[in-house]
Protein backbone atom coordinates (compact mmCIF):
# COMPACT_ATOMS: atom_id res chain seq x y z
CA UNK A 1 0.00 0.00 0.00
CA UNK A 2 1.49 3.39 -1.04
CA UNK A 3 2.11 6.04 1.89
CA UNK A 4 0.61 8.91 -0.44
CA UNK A 5 -2.70 9.20 1.28
CA UNK A 6 -5.73 9.53 -0.95
CA UNK A 7 -7.07 13.43 0.65
CA UNK A 8 -10.13 12.71 -0.92
CA UNK A 9 -11.23 10.93 1.70
CA UNK A 10 -9.51 13.21 4.58
CA UNK A 11 -11.92 15.38 5.18
CA UNK A 12 -13.30 12.95 7.12
CA UNK A 13 -10.32 12.92 8.77
CA UNK A 14 -10.58 14.21 12.21
CA UNK A 15 -14.04 12.22 12.18
CA UNK A 16 -13.05 9.35 14.46
CA UNK A 17 -14.14 6.25 15.91
CA UNK A 18 -17.66 6.12 16.64
CA UNK A 19 -20.10 4.21 19.04
CA UNK A 20 -18.31 3.62 21.75
CA UNK A 21 -20.02 2.72 25.01
CA UNK A 22 -20.02 3.31 29.07
CA UNK A 23 -17.68 6.31 29.25
CA UNK A 24 -18.44 9.63 28.66
CA UNK A 25 -16.63 13.36 29.13
CA UNK A 26 -16.49 14.47 32.77
CA UNK A 27 -18.85 16.92 32.99
CA UNK A 28 -16.53 19.60 34.46
CA UNK A 29 -14.55 19.61 31.29
CA UNK A 30 -14.23 22.91 29.42
CA UNK A 31 -14.65 22.54 25.64
CA UNK A 32 -14.57 25.16 23.17
CA UNK A 33 -16.12 24.17 19.41
CA UNK A 34 -13.49 25.73 16.28
CA UNK A 35 -13.56 24.84 12.83
CA UNK A 36 -11.99 22.39 10.48
CA UNK A 37 -10.55 22.55 7.49
CA UNK A 38 -8.66 20.12 6.09
CA UNK A 39 -6.51 20.42 2.50
CA UNK A 40 -8.18 23.50 2.26
CA UNK A 41 -11.83 22.38 2.34
CA UNK A 42 -14.34 23.34 5.42
CA UNK A 43 -15.34 20.43 7.29
CA UNK A 44 -18.56 19.40 9.02
CA UNK A 45 -18.75 16.41 11.85
CA UNK A 46 -21.27 15.27 14.16
CA UNK A 47 -18.78 15.63 16.77
CA UNK A 48 -16.95 19.14 15.81
CA UNK A 49 -13.15 19.78 17.12
CA UNK A 50 -12.90 21.08 20.46
CA UNK A 51 -10.59 22.52 22.91
CA UNK A 52 -9.28 21.11 26.31
CA UNK A 53 -6.43 22.49 28.07
CA UNK A 54 -4.75 23.96 25.15
CA UNK A 55 -5.09 20.96 23.28
CA UNK A 56 -7.49 20.39 19.97
CA UNK A 57 -9.06 16.99 20.01
CA UNK A 58 -10.73 15.74 17.31
CA UNK A 59 -13.54 12.67 16.55
CA UNK A 60 -12.76 9.12 14.07
CA UNK A 61 -12.54 5.81 13.12
CA UNK A 62 -14.25 6.19 9.22
CA UNK A 63 -11.21 8.43 8.03
CA UNK A 64 -8.42 5.81 8.73
CA UNK A 65 -10.23 2.80 7.57
CA UNK A 66 -10.96 4.69 4.28
CA UNK A 67 -7.69 5.99 3.80
CA UNK A 68 -6.53 1.81 4.33
CA UNK A 69 -5.75 1.99 7.50
CA UNK A 70 -7.80 -0.93 10.25
CA UNK A 71 -9.25 0.38 13.61
CA UNK A 72 -9.48 -1.84 16.73
CA UNK A 73 -11.39 -0.98 19.70
CA UNK A 74 -10.68 -3.10 23.04
CA UNK A 75 -13.66 -2.96 25.02
CA UNK A 76 -11.98 -4.84 28.13
CA UNK A 77 -8.81 -2.45 27.97
CA UNK A 78 -10.23 0.43 26.65
CA UNK A 79 -8.02 1.18 24.30
CA UNK A 80 -8.43 1.85 20.24
CA UNK A 81 -5.67 0.64 17.94
CA UNK A 82 -4.80 2.65 14.97
CA UNK A 83 -2.54 1.12 11.75
CA UNK A 84 -1.62 2.60 9.14
CA UNK A 85 1.35 0.76 6.44
CA UNK A 86 4.12 0.45 9.09
CA UNK A 87 2.78 2.35 11.96
CA UNK A 88 0.72 1.13 14.69
CA UNK A 89 -1.05 3.69 17.43
CA UNK A 90 -2.79 2.54 20.24
CA UNK A 91 -4.43 5.26 22.31
CA UNK A 92 -6.54 4.45 26.04
CA UNK A 93 -8.95 6.37 26.74
CA UNK A 94 -8.10 8.88 29.50
CA UNK A 95 -4.37 7.70 29.83
CA UNK A 96 -1.92 10.62 28.55
CA UNK A 97 0.58 7.31 27.71
CA UNK A 98 -0.02 6.74 24.20
CA UNK A 99 2.66 3.97 22.13
CA UNK A 100 3.93 4.27 18.54
CA UNK A 101 5.37 0.83 17.14
CA UNK A 102 5.68 -0.04 20.81
CA UNK A 103 7.48 3.16 22.23
CA UNK A 104 5.82 5.05 24.73
CA UNK A 105 4.72 8.57 24.45
CA UNK A 106 3.27 11.02 26.60
CA UNK A 107 0.33 12.68 25.43
CA UNK A 108 -0.53 16.54 26.77
CA UNK A 109 -4.29 15.37 26.62
CA UNK A 110 -5.29 12.00 27.01
CA UNK A 111 -8.09 10.38 24.07
CA UNK A 112 -11.70 10.74 25.48
CA UNK A 113 -15.60 9.50 24.70
CA UNK A 114 -17.69 12.83 24.19
CA UNK A 115 -21.56 12.28 22.71
CA UNK A 116 -20.39 8.28 22.07
CA UNK A 117 -17.57 9.16 19.59
CA UNK A 118 -13.99 8.79 21.02
CA UNK A 119 -11.99 12.11 20.00
CA UNK A 120 -8.07 11.83 20.02
CA UNK A 121 -5.65 15.23 20.13
CA UNK A 122 -4.88 16.10 16.51
CA UNK A 123 -1.69 17.21 16.22
CA UNK A 124 -0.16 13.94 18.19
CA UNK A 125 -1.84 11.76 15.81
CA UNK A 126 -1.69 13.19 12.52
CA UNK A 127 1.95 14.33 12.99
CA UNK A 128 2.37 10.77 13.84
CA UNK A 129 0.93 9.78 10.24
CA UNK A 130 2.85 12.92 8.65
CA UNK A 131 0.54 15.10 8.46
CA UNK A 132 1.00 19.15 8.86
CA UNK A 133 -1.53 21.03 11.34
CA UNK A 134 -2.24 24.11 11.76
CA UNK A 135 -4.12 26.91 13.36
CA UNK A 136 -5.64 29.72 12.44
CA UNK A 137 -6.62 32.22 16.01
CA UNK A 138 -8.46 34.56 14.38
CA UNK A 139 -11.26 32.09 13.58
CA UNK A 140 -10.19 29.33 15.67
CA UNK A 141 -9.59 26.97 12.80
CA UNK A 142 -7.39 23.89 12.77
CA UNK A 143 -5.87 22.74 9.64
CA UNK A 144 -4.43 19.85 8.35
CA UNK A 145 -2.90 19.65 5.33
CA UNK A 146 -0.10 17.00 3.57
CA UNK A 147 3.42 16.72 4.76
CA UNK A 148 4.43 14.43 1.89
CA UNK A 149 5.99 11.22 2.76
CA UNK A 150 5.32 10.68 6.43
CA UNK A 151 9.30 9.21 6.99
CA UNK A 152 10.79 12.33 6.26
CA UNK A 153 11.10 14.43 9.53
CA UNK A 154 12.01 17.73 9.92
CA UNK A 155 15.43 19.07 10.16
CA UNK A 156 16.37 20.31 13.77
CA UNK A 157 18.39 23.53 13.54
CA UNK A 158 19.46 23.28 16.70
CA UNK A 159 19.06 23.91 20.68
CA UNK A 160 17.89 25.98 23.39
CA UNK A 161 21.01 26.27 25.41
CA UNK A 162 20.06 28.15 28.59
CA UNK A 163 16.71 30.08 29.86
CA UNK A 164 17.56 32.76 32.09
CA UNK A 165 15.67 36.03 34.07
CA UNK A 166 16.61 39.06 35.95
CA UNK A 167 14.59 42.14 36.63
CA UNK A 168 14.60 45.06 34.21
CA UNK A 169 15.77 48.47 35.13
CA UNK A 170 12.28 50.02 34.13
CA UNK A 171 8.39 50.48 34.42
CA UNK A 172 8.65 48.73 30.73
CA UNK A 173 11.29 46.27 31.10
CA UNK A 174 9.88 45.12 34.76
CA UNK A 175 11.18 41.39 33.81
CA UNK A 176 13.37 39.95 31.31
CA UNK A 177 13.29 36.21 29.88
CA UNK A 178 16.74 35.88 27.82
CA UNK A 179 16.63 32.70 25.97
CA UNK A 180 20.02 31.61 24.44
CA UNK A 181 20.54 29.42 21.16
CA UNK A 182 23.00 27.43 19.69
CA UNK A 183 22.30 28.57 16.37
CA UNK A 184 20.88 32.00 14.71
CA UNK A 185 17.36 32.46 13.68
CA UNK A 186 15.35 34.40 11.95
CA UNK A 187 12.68 36.76 14.16
CA UNK A 188 10.17 36.72 10.71
CA UNK A 189 10.45 32.73 10.52
CA UNK A 190 12.31 31.59 13.81
CA UNK A 191 9.41 31.87 16.44
CA UNK A 192 6.28 31.74 16.94
CA UNK A 193 4.30 33.94 19.92
CA UNK A 194 0.98 33.19 21.58
CA UNK A 195 -0.89 34.30 24.74
CA UNK A 196 -3.11 32.00 26.53
CA UNK A 197 -5.57 32.64 28.95
CA UNK A 198 -7.20 30.47 31.86
CA UNK A 199 -4.67 30.52 33.29
CA UNK A 200 -2.89 33.43 31.81
CA UNK A 201 0.67 32.30 30.20
CA UNK A 202 2.56 33.86 27.34
CA UNK A 203 4.19 31.28 25.32
CA UNK A 204 6.92 30.96 22.76
CA UNK A 205 7.87 28.60 20.30
CA UNK A 206 11.25 28.15 18.58
CA UNK A 207 10.79 26.04 14.99
CA UNK A 208 12.93 23.26 14.73
CA UNK A 209 14.76 23.77 18.01
CA UNK A 210 14.94 21.25 20.85
CA UNK A 211 15.30 22.22 24.15
CA UNK A 212 18.74 20.77 25.98
CA UNK A 213 18.10 18.67 29.06
CA UNK A 214 20.08 20.96 31.65
CA UNK A 215 17.83 23.88 30.57
CA UNK A 216 15.89 24.21 33.88
CA UNK A 217 12.41 25.73 35.06
CA UNK A 218 12.50 28.50 36.79
CA UNK A 219 10.26 30.34 39.42
CA UNK A 220 10.00 34.11 39.99
CA UNK A 221 8.62 36.10 43.07
CA UNK A 222 8.62 39.62 42.51
CA UNK A 223 5.57 41.68 43.62
CA UNK A 224 6.05 44.61 41.09
CA UNK A 225 6.25 41.14 38.19
CA UNK A 226 3.63 39.88 36.40
CA UNK A 227 5.83 36.83 36.14
CA UNK A 228 5.60 33.75 38.21
CA UNK A 229 7.75 31.08 36.37
CA UNK A 230 9.23 29.83 33.33
CA UNK A 231 9.04 26.04 31.77
CA UNK A 232 10.78 24.82 29.04
CA UNK A 233 9.94 21.83 27.17
CA UNK A 234 9.59 20.14 23.79
CA UNK A 235 6.04 21.50 22.21
CA UNK A 236 6.49 18.51 18.79
CA UNK A 237 9.35 16.63 17.59
CA UNK A 238 10.53 19.86 15.85
CA UNK A 239 9.70 22.68 17.96
CA UNK A 240 10.80 23.55 21.71
CA UNK A 241 8.19 25.54 23.78
CA UNK A 242 9.48 28.71 26.50
CA UNK A 243 6.29 29.03 28.60
CA UNK A 244 5.84 32.38 31.16
CA UNK A 245 3.59 31.82 33.82
CA UNK A 246 1.26 34.88 34.87
CA UNK A 247 -0.55 36.64 36.97
CA UNK A 248 -2.29 39.02 34.73
CA UNK A 249 -2.51 38.79 30.74
CA UNK A 250 0.63 41.00 29.81
CA UNK A 251 2.07 40.85 26.20
CA UNK A 252 5.80 41.51 26.38
CA UNK A 253 8.06 42.94 24.08
CA UNK A 254 10.00 40.66 22.07
CA UNK A 255 13.66 41.13 20.62
CA UNK A 256 15.65 39.20 18.83
CA UNK A 257 19.82 39.82 19.01
CA UNK A 258 21.87 41.02 16.02
CA UNK A 259 23.73 37.92 15.74
CA UNK A 260 19.99 35.77 16.05
CA UNK A 261 21.22 33.37 18.71
CA UNK A 262 19.78 35.16 22.25
CA UNK A 263 15.82 36.16 22.36
CA UNK A 264 14.91 38.85 25.36
CA UNK A 265 11.08 38.78 26.44
CA UNK A 266 10.52 42.06 28.69
CA UNK A 267 7.48 42.05 30.71
CA UNK A 268 6.35 45.32 31.58
CA UNK A 269 5.67 46.23 35.53
CA UNK A 270 2.25 44.51 36.99
CA UNK A 271 -1.05 46.72 36.55
CA UNK A 272 -1.71 46.81 40.06
CA UNK A 273 1.02 47.33 41.38
CA UNK A 274 2.31 50.75 42.67
CA UNK A 275 4.58 51.98 45.40
CA UNK A 276 5.73 55.15 44.46
CA UNK A 277 7.74 55.67 47.42
CA UNK A 278 9.79 53.10 46.42
CA UNK A 279 12.76 55.39 45.44
CA UNK A 280 11.76 57.62 48.11
CA UNK A 281 10.49 60.01 46.90
CA UNK A 282 6.95 61.57 45.38
CA UNK A 283 7.29 62.61 41.69
CA UNK A 284 3.98 63.64 39.49
CA UNK A 285 4.45 64.99 36.01
CA UNK A 286 2.34 67.66 35.20
CA UNK A 287 1.51 68.11 31.47
CA UNK A 288 0.06 71.80 30.67
CA UNK A 289 -2.12 71.41 27.08
CA UNK A 290 -1.32 73.08 24.09
CA UNK A 291 1.10 76.19 23.18
CA UNK A 292 0.56 79.91 22.32
CA UNK A 293 0.46 79.13 18.63
CA UNK A 294 -1.51 76.14 18.69
CA UNK A 295 -4.29 76.54 16.27
CA UNK A 296 -7.95 76.16 17.21
CA UNK A 297 -7.41 76.11 20.85
CA UNK A 298 -9.20 78.88 21.95
CA UNK A 299 -13.02 80.36 22.60
CA UNK A 300 -15.39 82.52 20.01
CA UNK A 301 -13.95 86.10 19.55
CA UNK A 302 -10.50 85.16 21.26
CA UNK A 303 -11.50 85.78 24.55
CA UNK A 304 -9.60 83.18 25.72
CA UNK A 305 -6.44 80.83 24.46
CA UNK A 306 -6.57 77.39 26.40
CA UNK A 307 -2.82 77.01 26.74
CA UNK A 308 -2.78 80.03 29.01
CA UNK A 309 -5.43 78.31 31.45
CA UNK A 310 -3.47 75.28 30.78
CA UNK A 311 -0.19 76.87 32.36
CA UNK A 312 -1.80 78.88 34.78
CA UNK A 313 -3.72 76.25 36.47
CA UNK A 314 -0.30 73.36 36.10
CA UNK A 315 2.11 75.93 37.80
CA UNK A 316 -0.87 76.38 40.79
CA UNK A 317 -1.09 72.63 41.24
CA UNK A 318 2.44 72.63 41.33
CA UNK A 319 3.47 74.92 44.22
CA UNK A 320 0.07 72.86 46.22
CA UNK A 321 1.84 69.48 45.09
CA UNK A 322 5.45 70.97 46.48
CA UNK A 323 3.80 72.24 49.43
CA UNK A 324 3.24 68.49 50.38
CA UNK A 325 6.89 67.43 49.57
CA UNK A 326 6.15 66.09 46.60
CA UNK A 327 8.48 66.69 43.62
CA UNK A 328 6.79 68.27 40.20
CA UNK A 329 8.22 68.10 36.64
CA UNK A 330 6.39 70.30 33.57
CA UNK A 331 6.45 68.77 30.34
CA UNK A 332 6.98 71.88 28.87
CA UNK A 333 7.62 75.72 31.25
CA UNK A 334 7.15 78.08 28.11
CA UNK A 335 4.65 79.12 25.43
CA UNK A 336 5.50 76.32 23.12
CA UNK A 337 3.89 73.03 22.09
CA UNK A 338 6.04 70.05 22.02
CA UNK A 339 4.94 67.31 20.25
CA UNK A 340 2.64 64.79 21.81
CA UNK A 341 5.30 62.11 21.76
CA UNK A 342 8.48 64.62 23.24
CA UNK A 343 5.78 65.10 26.28
CA UNK A 344 5.88 61.36 27.00
CA UNK A 345 9.19 60.96 26.49
CA UNK A 346 10.09 63.61 29.23
CA UNK A 347 8.17 61.74 31.62
CA UNK A 348 8.99 58.43 30.57
CA UNK A 349 12.50 59.63 30.79
CA UNK A 350 11.95 60.63 34.55
CA UNK A 351 11.55 59.35 37.95
CA UNK A 352 7.80 60.64 37.80
CA UNK A 353 5.56 58.24 39.49
CA UNK A 354 1.74 59.51 37.93
CA UNK A 355 1.11 61.72 34.70
CA UNK A 356 -1.73 64.56 34.41
CA UNK A 357 -2.41 66.72 31.43
CA UNK A 358 -4.32 69.87 32.25
CA UNK A 359 -6.64 71.27 29.53
CA UNK A 360 -10.10 73.12 28.91
CA UNK A 361 -12.80 71.52 26.57
CA UNK A 362 -14.33 73.33 23.32
CA UNK A 363 -17.30 71.95 21.36
CA UNK A 364 -18.02 72.59 18.07
CA UNK A 365 -15.69 74.36 15.94
CA UNK A 366 -14.95 77.17 18.25
CA UNK A 367 -16.09 80.22 16.71
CA UNK A 368 -19.34 80.14 17.84
CA UNK A 369 -20.86 79.61 21.81
CA UNK A 370 -22.69 76.48 22.56
CA UNK A 371 -24.71 75.17 25.93
CA UNK A 372 -22.12 72.11 26.49
CA UNK A 373 -20.83 72.21 29.89
CA UNK A 374 -19.09 70.49 32.34
CA UNK A 375 -15.96 68.95 33.63
CA UNK A 376 -14.51 65.44 33.27
CA UNK A 377 -11.68 63.09 33.21
CA UNK A 378 -9.91 61.06 30.90
CA UNK A 379 -7.82 57.20 31.40
CA UNK A 380 -6.75 54.88 29.58
CA UNK A 381 -9.58 51.84 29.02
CA UNK A 382 -8.05 48.37 31.06
CA UNK A 383 -5.52 51.19 33.29
CA UNK A 384 -6.74 49.95 36.86
CA UNK A 385 -3.86 52.20 38.86
CA UNK A 386 -5.07 55.43 36.24
CA UNK A 387 -8.44 54.67 36.60
CA UNK A 388 -8.04 54.92 40.88
CA UNK A 389 -6.42 58.33 40.06
CA UNK A 390 -8.80 59.61 38.12
CA UNK A 391 -11.60 59.13 40.44
CA UNK A 392 -9.39 59.95 43.54
CA UNK A 393 -8.98 63.51 41.22
CA UNK A 394 -12.90 63.52 40.59
CA UNK A 395 -13.42 62.62 44.34
CA UNK A 396 -11.72 65.86 45.51
CA UNK A 397 -13.00 68.19 42.86
CA UNK A 398 -16.68 67.42 44.02
CA UNK A 399 -18.89 69.50 44.66
CA UNK A 400 -16.54 72.45 45.65
CA UNK A 401 -15.86 72.85 41.85
CA UNK A 402 -19.18 73.89 41.52
CA UNK A 403 -20.50 72.80 38.20
CA UNK A 404 -21.57 70.12 36.07
CA UNK A 405 -19.65 66.50 36.61
CA UNK A 406 -19.38 64.95 33.69
CA UNK A 407 -17.49 61.86 35.29
CA UNK A 408 -14.64 59.48 34.87
CA UNK A 409 -14.01 58.33 31.35
CA UNK A 410 -12.19 56.11 29.10
CA UNK A 411 -10.73 57.42 25.94
CA UNK A 412 -7.53 56.56 23.56
CA UNK A 413 -5.80 59.61 23.76
CA UNK A 414 -2.45 59.88 22.96
CA UNK A 415 -0.28 61.02 26.01
CA UNK A 416 -2.60 58.84 28.64
CA UNK A 417 -1.86 55.50 26.77
CA UNK A 418 1.73 56.06 26.01
CA UNK A 419 2.84 57.18 29.44
CA UNK A 420 4.62 54.28 31.66
CA UNK A 421 2.82 55.01 34.84
CA UNK A 422 -0.55 56.02 35.96
CA UNK A 423 -1.97 58.76 33.52
CA UNK A 424 -5.23 60.90 33.37
CA UNK A 425 -6.04 64.11 31.58
CA UNK A 426 -8.79 66.56 32.76
CA UNK A 427 -11.02 68.66 30.96
CA UNK A 428 -11.32 71.48 33.57
CA UNK A 429 -15.34 72.72 31.42
CA UNK A 430 -15.85 74.04 28.19
CA UNK A 431 -14.66 77.53 26.86
CA UNK A 432 -17.12 77.52 24.18
CA UNK A 433 -19.80 78.01 27.00
CA UNK A 434 -20.45 81.49 27.72
CA UNK A 435 -20.66 80.79 31.57
CA UNK A 436 -17.48 78.26 32.15
CA UNK A 437 -15.62 80.69 30.29
CA UNK A 438 -15.87 83.48 33.00
CA UNK A 439 -14.74 80.68 35.61
CA UNK A 440 -11.79 79.58 33.06
CA UNK A 441 -10.61 83.09 33.12
CA UNK A 442 -11.23 83.30 36.94
CA UNK A 443 -7.85 83.27 38.70
CA UNK A 444 -9.55 82.39 41.79
CA UNK A 445 -11.51 79.82 40.28
CA UNK A 446 -7.95 78.24 38.49
CA UNK A 447 -6.80 78.45 42.00
CA UNK A 448 -9.31 76.20 43.29
CA UNK A 449 -9.40 73.40 41.02
CA UNK A 450 -5.37 73.26 41.41
CA UNK A 451 -5.98 73.03 44.76
CA UNK A 452 -8.77 70.18 44.21
CA UNK A 453 -6.74 68.78 41.47
CA UNK A 454 -3.79 68.60 44.33
CA UNK A 455 -5.52 67.21 46.81
CA UNK A 456 -6.45 64.13 44.61
CA UNK A 457 -2.91 63.51 43.51
CA UNK A 458 -1.92 63.85 47.07
CA UNK A 459 -4.36 61.35 48.43
CA UNK A 460 -3.72 59.17 45.78
CA UNK A 461 -0.13 58.86 46.37
CA UNK A 462 -0.15 58.34 49.94
CA UNK A 463 -2.78 55.51 49.32
CA UNK A 464 -0.18 53.75 48.30
CA UNK A 465 2.40 54.68 49.78
CA UNK A 466 1.23 53.30 53.47
Same mark, same amino acid.
Given at each position: ??????????????????????????????????????????????????????????????????????????????????????????? *???? %???????????????????????????????????????? @???????? @?????????????????????? %????????????????????????????????????????????????????????? %?????????????????????????????????????? %??? *????????????????????????????????? *????????????????????????????????????????????????????????????? @??????????????????? @?????????????????????????????????????????????????????????????????????????????????? *????????
Amino acid at each position: MTKRLNFTAVFIFIILFCAMTGQTVDAATNTTDVNLVINNKQVSADVMPFIQNDRTLVPARAVFESLGGTVKWDQDSYTVTVKYDTTTVIL *KIND %KTATVNGKKKTLDVPAIIKNERTVIPVRFVAEELGFRVGW @IDSSRTVT @ISSAGDPEVKPEIKGNITAVSL %KEGNSKKENTIVTIELSEAIKSSEGYVTTMLTTPNRFVLDVKNFLADSQVSDLTYNQ %KSSPLTAVRTAAYSENTARVVCDLKEASTPVVSLSADG %KTL *KVAFKTLSTYFNPMEDGKLVVVLDPGHGSSTAG *KRSPQGILREYEFNRAVANKMKRYLEAEGVEVILTVEDDSDPSLANRCAEANNSDGDIFVS @IHANAFGNGDEWTSANGWE @IYHYEGSVLSNQLATAIADANFPGIGIRNRGVKTGNLYVIKNTNMPAVLIEHGFYTNLEEIELLKSDEWRDKVARYNADGIV *KFLKSHSE
